[in-house]
């Protein structure tokens, strides 16, 4: 690790201990381990090169899948050319669940599904962006926009009857047979990525205007239906 | 022919049966009956879904001359030299091996009191309930000078196959520096940034191969589909090739000579070296044929696109007169679930939901920069209403239209898979 982050995660610290706990900006330090988990594939700090995955310096503020030199997966750079762009939302988005926000991405990582951990690891991060400044003000730390998805919605028990005949809508561009010619796979996701992807872009949290308007005008049974549906399909 | 003779004896039964009791599986002689005329979108997809979904219960054929279908879709593609005339015919074999019973033969009649389907071929074929996805003919005397005769010397490629390889075939031979004409159709046609679509993909054919040709596109419309995408993508991919003349400059007042290669507009006499003329449509033939047009059109019910004026005949895609969807093969694939879950229902009583449309249409302007155009419908007691919609912004990074390219080709694929199995 470079020095100037050691002094960096000292000063955050002070923060940390003095306004953060209030504001909820997550630890560094708790962050640096559960970083442990994403190392493996992400390199971080001095002379951080792509591997497995490419390396996380200067991540804020970038658009998803704008390295030159790394080959990403298309889903990642469908994503990227529609406009995300990685800020603390978005990363503990993606972090949450990377297939639900990026269908296909090659990042073969189940997500971080407690909350703290996302934050304390975007805290982390965080001290690897130089643009914009580490400063409280600045982003990432204002305030992310809660993707969570209410419980009830989740807990919801699909149609695969009513799932099957909307589906056909899905169906004119994405192949039942589960084939991918520019168009992701959605056949056999599990029913909360199904559901969490139809949300996203139903609250216009994940780009793609085709999408937004098909899922702008479906339900949350309309959706549980089709995951239901879909969930079952044979590829 | 594949028509089995026991359907002929059968049909006077069934035919009582399913008046007395329209709910009910028609009588004891056999399944109810779908006839479908027209093997593309619209009919290809409203056949495999009703077979598909029905595992059986319904007797589903379909009637469509062609043995090779060439999508509409796409067939700009392959006059810019994107696709191979291969990679846009798709065969019925898929529809065959789904349970749908495929005769290749033309539709010459509809005999609505005995319910039944003339064919060219001779003999007929009995149905229940009869969808008709004829897609577009031609308004006869729209283009003055023009008429089907005159499609060898001037193209109107808008129905795709072999209008479309003699289509680039006369543009392949152009002499260097010559003209390429268009006249393109008045409102409503088939695929509304078709003609513009097109008009990129000659430019980009010419600037490979002939980069001082010129284009004219002569237009009875003041406005067009994408216009303000296609205008912005002309003047950055192609600058001083295109000149489009809108009906404010007399686009509309037109005529042509296909046996001295001339092109009047306004007047204003050109010689020209290809001339495409995509005339005014209307519904294709049978549809008139069967009595259930009203002018060029069919008027349907936007809640199952049954006719207004026959409760057993449907009619989907570009030939229906529905409402706000444009005619396209998206909306075509569309209206035909909507349609097979109403017909399925009528016929053996499953479930009914509501009807949703919806279509977006991909365009290629140039290598990598595609644009689209979408929305979302739903059925009112007067037409199919729009809901929602988006279209592609002008200035948009080319990694954003690439992305849009690239999804077109995944709805290609989609679709087609979608429609013929």
Redesign the interface.
């Given at each position: 690790m470079a020095r100037r982050n050691i002094l960096s995660i000292l000063l955050s610290a002070v923060v940390l201990c003095t306004a953060a706990a209030a504001d909820d900006f997550g630890d560094p330090e708790a962050g640096e381990k559960v970083y442990k988990q994403c190392k493996s594939c992400h390199q971080l700090g001095e002379g951080a090169k792509h591997r497995i995955g490419p390396h996380l310096n200067g991540i804020f503020g970038r658009q998803a899948a704008s390295h030159e030199g790394f080959r990403y997966s298309?889903a990642l750079?469908?994503v990227?050319?529609?406009?995300l762009e990685w800020h603390a939302d978005t990363l503990d988005t993606f972090l949450e669940n990377p297939r639900a926000m990026a269908s296909g991405t090659r990042m073969s990582f189940k997500g971080l599904k407690d909350a703290e951990d996302r934050l304390n690891v975007i805290a982390y991060l965080r001290q690897f962006s130089d643009n914009p400044a580490d400063i409280p003000e600045a982003d990432p730390t204002a305030t992310a926009t809660d993707h969570n998805l209410d419980p009830a919605i989740l807990a919801l028990k699909g149609d695969p009857?009513?799932g099957?005949?909307?589906s056909?809508?899905c169906?004119?561009?994405?192949?039942?047979?589960g084939?991918?010619?520019?168009?992701?796979s959605i056949v056999l996701w599990p029913e909360e990525d199904f559901v969490i992807a139809m949300h996203a872009y139903k609250n216009k949290d994940r780009p793609n205007?085709?999408m937004?308007?098909?899922a702008?005008?479906l339900n949350a049974e309309e959706i549980a239906a089709l995951a239901a549906y879909f969930a079952t399909l044979e590829e | 022919m594949t028509l089995n003779r026991r359907k002929f004896i059968g049909s006077t039964a069934a035919v009582a049966a399913v008046l007395s009791a329209p709910m009910v599986k028609a009588g004891g002689h056999g399944k109810p009956r779908v006839v479908v005329v027209g093997g593309g979108a619209g009919g290809a997809t409203a056949a495999r879904y009703i077979a598909k979904d029905s595992k059986g219960e319904i007797d589903v054929t379909l009637i469509e001359p062609t043995r090779m279908y060439y999508t509409c879709f796409f067939s700009n593609l392959y006059l810019g030299g994107f696709k191979e005339i291969s990679d846009i015919g798709h065969t019925y074999g898929g529809l065959a091996a789904g349970g749908v019973n495929v005769v290749h033969d033309w539709a010459v009649g509809v005999d609505r009191d005995a319910k039944t389907v003339a064919l060219a071929g001779g003999g007929s074929v009995p149905y229940d309930k009869l969808i008709l996805s004829p897609g577009i003919d031609f308004v006869d005397g729209a283009v003055e000078g023009w008429d089907l005769s005159a499609q060898n010397a001037m193209p109107h490629a808008y129905k795709a196959g072999s209008q479309s390889e003699l289509l680039k075939a006369q543009l392949k031979a152009m002499p260097q520096g010559g003209t390429f004409a268009m006249v393109a159709p008045p409102n409503p046609y088939r695929c509304p940034p078709g003609p513009y679509e097109r008009v990129s993909m000659v430019a980009h054919f010419l600037k490979q191969n002939n980069p001082t040709a010129k284009i004219i596109v002569a237009d009875p419309k003041e406005k067009f589909s994408k216009m303000a995408l296609f205008q912005e993508g002309w003047n950055n991919h192609y600058a001083g090739m295109v000149d489009w003349v809108g009906s404010d400059f007399g686009g509309g007042e037109v005529s042509v000579d296909p046996g001295a290669m001339t092109l009047t507009i306004d007047g204003e006499v050109t010689n020209v070296d290809v001339c495409n003329v995509i005339p005014a449509m209307k519904a294709g033939r049978i549809a008139e044929l069967a009595g259930v047009t009203d002018g060029n059109w069919a008027p349907v019910n936007a809640a199952d696109m049954s006719t207004k004026a026959d409760a057993d005949i449907y009619v989907l895609g570009d030939a229906s007169q529905q409402g706000d969807m444009p005619k396209s093969g998206f909306s075509a694939n569309s209206q035909a679930k909507v349609c097979a879950n109403a017909v399925r229902g009528a016929l053996t009583g499953s479930k009914v939901f509501p009807a949703k449309f919806s279509n977006t249409c991909w365009s290629l302007i140039a290598p990598n920069d595609g644009v689209k155009v979408g929305a979302t419908y739903e059925a009112t007691q007067e037409k199919i209403a729009k809901v929602d919609g988006f279209i592609s912004a002008t200035g948009e990074t080319s990694d954003v239209r690439k992305a849009t390219y690239e999804e077109s080709e995944g709805w290609y694929t989609g679709i087609t898979t979608d429609m013929m199995g």
């Amino acid at each position: 690790m470079a020095r100037r982050n050691i002094l960096s995660i000292l000063l955050s610290a002070v923060v940390l201990c003095t306004a953060a706990a209030a504001d909820d900006f997550g630890d560094p330090e708790a962050g640096e381990k559960v970083y442990k988990q994403c190392k493996s594939c992400h390199q971080l700090g001095e002379g951080a090169k792509h591997r497995i995955g490419p390396h996380l310096n200067g991540i804020f503020g970038r658009q998803a899948a704008s390295h030159e030199g790394f080959r990403y997966s298309k889903a990642l750079v469908r994503v990227g050319a529609g406009g995300l762009e990685w800020h603390a939302d978005t990363l503990d988005t993606f972090l949450e669940n990377p297939r639900a926000m990026a269908s296909g991405t090659r990042m073969s990582f189940k997500g971080l599904k407690d909350a703290e951990d996302r934050l304390n690891v975007i805290a982390y991060l965080r001290q690897f962006s130089d643009n914009p400044a580490d400063i409280p003000e600045a982003d990432p730390t204002a305030t992310a926009t809660d993707h969570n998805l209410d419980p009830a919605i989740l807990a919801l028990k699909g149609d695969p009857e009513y799932g099957a005949y909307l589906s056909s809508e899905c169906t004119t561009c994405h192949q039942a047979t589960g084939g991918d010619d520019g168009i992701p796979s959605i056949v056999l996701w599990p029913e909360e990525d199904f559901v969490i992807a139809m949300h996203a872009y139903k609250n216009k949290d994940r780009p793609n205007p085709v999408m937004q308007m098909m899922a702008g005008r479906l339900n949350a049974e309309e959706i549980a239906a089709l995951a239901a549906y879909f969930a079952t399909l044979e590829e | 022919m594949t028509l089995n003779r026991r359907k002929f004896i059968g049909s006077t039964a069934a035919v009582a049966a399913v008046l007395s009791a329209p709910m009910v599986k028609a009588g004891g002689h056999g399944k109810p009956r779908v006839v479908v005329v027209g093997g593309g979108a619209g009919g290809a997809t409203a056949a495999r879904y009703i077979a598909k979904d029905s595992k059986g219960e319904i007797d589903v054929t379909l009637i469509e001359p062609t043995r090779m279908y060439y999508t509409c879709f796409f067939s700009n593609l392959y006059l810019g030299g994107f696709k191979e005339i291969s990679d846009i015919g798709h065969t019925y074999g898929g529809l065959a091996a789904g349970g749908v019973n495929v005769v290749h033969d033309w539709a010459v009649g509809v005999d609505r009191d005995a319910k039944t389907v003339a064919l060219a071929g001779g003999g007929s074929v009995p149905y229940d309930k009869l969808i008709l996805s004829p897609g577009i003919d031609f308004v006869d005397g729209a283009v003055e000078g023009w008429d089907l005769s005159a499609q060898n010397a001037m193209p109107h490629a808008y129905k795709a196959g072999s209008q479309s390889e003699l289509l680039k075939a006369q543009l392949k031979a152009m002499p260097q520096g010559g003209t390429f004409a268009m006249v393109a159709p008045p409102n409503p046609y088939r695929c509304p940034p078709g003609p513009y679509e097109r008009v990129s993909m000659v430019a980009h054919f010419l600037k490979q191969n002939n980069p001082t040709a010129k284009i004219i596109v002569a237009d009875p419309k003041e406005k067009f589909s994408k216009m303000a995408l296609f205008q912005e993508g002309w003047n950055n991919h192609y600058a001083g090739m295109v000149d489009w003349v809108g009906s404010d400059f007399g686009g509309g007042e037109v005529s042509v000579d296909p046996g001295a290669m001339t092109l009047t507009i306004d007047g204003e006499v050109t010689n020209v070296d290809v001339c495409n003329v995509i005339p005014a449509m209307k519904a294709g033939r049978i549809a008139e044929l069967a009595g259930v047009t009203d002018g060029n059109w069919a008027p349907v019910n936007a809640a199952d696109m049954s006719t207004k004026a026959d409760a057993d005949i449907y009619v989907l895609g570009d030939a229906s007169q529905q409402g706000d969807m444009p005619k396209s093969g998206f909306s075509a694939n569309s209206q035909a679930k909507v349609c097979a879950n109403a017909v399925r229902g009528a016929l053996t009583g499953s479930k009914v939901f509501p009807a949703k449309f919806s279509n977006t249409c991909w365009s290629l302007i140039a290598p990598n920069d595609g644009v689209k155009v979408g929305a979302t419908y739903e059925a009112t007691q007067e037409k199919i209403a729009k809901v929602d919609g988006f279209i592609s912004a002008t200035g948009e990074t080319s990694d954003v239209r690439k992305a849009t390219y690239e999804e077109s080709e995944g709805w290609y694929t989609g679709i087609t898979t979608d429609m013929m199995g």
